[in-house]
Structures are given as C-alpha cells and as structure tokens.
C-alpha cells in the first residue's frame, strides 16, 4: 500500500502553460516536503510545509499543504523548459519520523 | 553547490569485485543515509546512521555492507553484487530527526543530497 500517492505520474506540456501535482494520503502527515530531481542528480530540496492550509511561494511555484494535512499540492505558472525534472513529495509520518515516506513522483517534461 | 559530496560519480563492477562508495558532508548534520534509486522512481531507503550509530536497516542484503567513520563520512562497501543492483546510490544528510513532536525544523526530517553513484554491475 502507497502511503503517500502523486498525480499525474508523468506530464508533458508546452513552454507557458500551467500544471499542478498532487500529493495525498488517507495518513496525517506533521510535515511535508518537496524534491526536483534532473537526471543523473539527487533531488534538491525545494520548500518543507509543516502548518494545514499554509502556501508558500518559491517564484512561478505555489505550494499548499491541505488544512488536514493529508494532502500537499504544487502548483507551477507558466512552465519553463528548466522546470523539466522529477518532481517528489515525500513525508514525515506523524507516527514515524525517522524517515522519510516518498511518493512516486511526477516526471514533467516542459517541450519549447 | 551541493554541500553533500559522493564519489565515484560512476562506477562499473563485475560482481566478483569489491568497491566503496563514500560520501561526505559538510553540513553539520548528525544522520546520514543510503538511498538506492531506479530511473524514474523515488529513492528506496537503505540505511540511516543517527550520531554514527545504525539506526536503520532496511532489511538490505549483506552484499551492502555501509560504515560511518565519523559524523561526516559515510561509506557503502559492495562486494559480490547483482546486476540488479545497477542504480543510482544516493547519500543524503540531515539533522537526526526528534523523537516525538516540535516546533524544531529537526523534527522535518529535510534531507539533503549528494549527486549520487551511478553504478552499473556487469
């Protein structure tokens, strides 16, 4: 069973559209983070939500953690060729905090 | 720049041979651990060290053999692998996360990565 699933598992779109990726899970999570990973990398670290309802903003990137903090969503405006990647979500369990609980991810592709 | 280093970046090995990979940071931290990654998949745990001790071990074969020398070096020994253990073998550090709830960004478990092995077993 996934304790944590993404959506969609794979997205390619133009240069100057808008997508969101979603996280869910039936678990309540104390925070959540999410990773960009390019190929050949390791992922990168891009913003921790840890409060339900709360939106953080990282240039054309909103995300938002759900008020029951079961689910998070990334949300990216006018998509770039540089945006391109595989995007993670990952949680702290609230009952486990020793490691971290991985969605599948969302590999984007953003075509010129 | 990356504060997490690994080398080798590549790696190609028999599986009668027997290498390292290291892994070091500079961040402070005080957990270290392994991640094995398929392409297009999300990083599989393997081990997690919390202050130089192994704290997990997610029921890896003993092929894997890692070791943590001081708080910022971490090694995985292989020895005899499989070709399906061909991968992407990450390192990430963090601050060992606290036992309980807080308010201390410790308890979020950020983890921060190395550029990974990419390791291929002939």
């Known amino acids: 069973t996934q304790l944590l699933e993404q959506s969609p598992q794979f997205l390619s779109i133009q240069e100057g559209e808008n997508l969101t990726v979603y996280c869910n899970s039936s678990?309540?999570?104390?925070?959540l983070q999410w990773y960009r990973q390019e190929p050949g990398e390791g992922p990168v670290l891009l913003v921790t939500?840890?409060?339900g309802g709360e939106v953080k903003k990282l240039k054309r990137l909103t995300f938002q953690f759900g008020d029951a903090r079961k689910d998070s969503s990334l949300h990216i405006t006018a998509a770039q060729p540089g945006d391109t990647g595989l995007y993670l979500c990952?949680?702290?369990?609230?009952?486990?905090?020793?490691?971290?609980?991985w969605g599948l991810g969302t590999s984007l592709a953003v075509n010129p | 720049d990356t504060e997490v280093t690994q080398t080798p970046k590549h790696l190609v090995m028999g599986m009668t041979n027997k290498k390292s990979l290291k892994c070091e940071q500079h961040?402070?931290?005080?957990?270290m651990y392994w991640y094995k990654q398929k392409a297009k998949k999300p990083p599989e745990l393997m081990f997690v060290?919390?202050?130089?001790?192994?704290?997990i071990n997610e029921s890896v074969p003993s092929r894997f053999s890692p070791e943590c020398p001081n708080s910022s070096l971490l090694n995985l020994h292989l020895h005899a692998l499989q070709p399906e253990d061909s991968a992407l073998y990450l390192c990430?550090?963090?601050?060992?996360?606290?036992?309980?709830?807080?308010?201390?960004?410790?308890?979020?478990?950020?983890?921060?990565f190395g550029p990974g092995t990419r390791l291929t077993v002939l």
């Open positions: 060290y919390s202050y130089e001790k192994l704290s």
């Open positions: 990430a550090s963090s601050q060992p996360p606290l036992s309980g709830t807080g308010a201390s960004g410790a308890s979020y478990n950020e983890q921060f």
């Open positions: 939500v840890v409060t």
């Open positions: 961040m402070g931290h005080r957990a």
């Open positions: 678990s309540v999570f104390s925070s």
């Open positions: 990952a949680g702290v369990y609230a009952g486990n905090n020793r490691k971290l609980i």
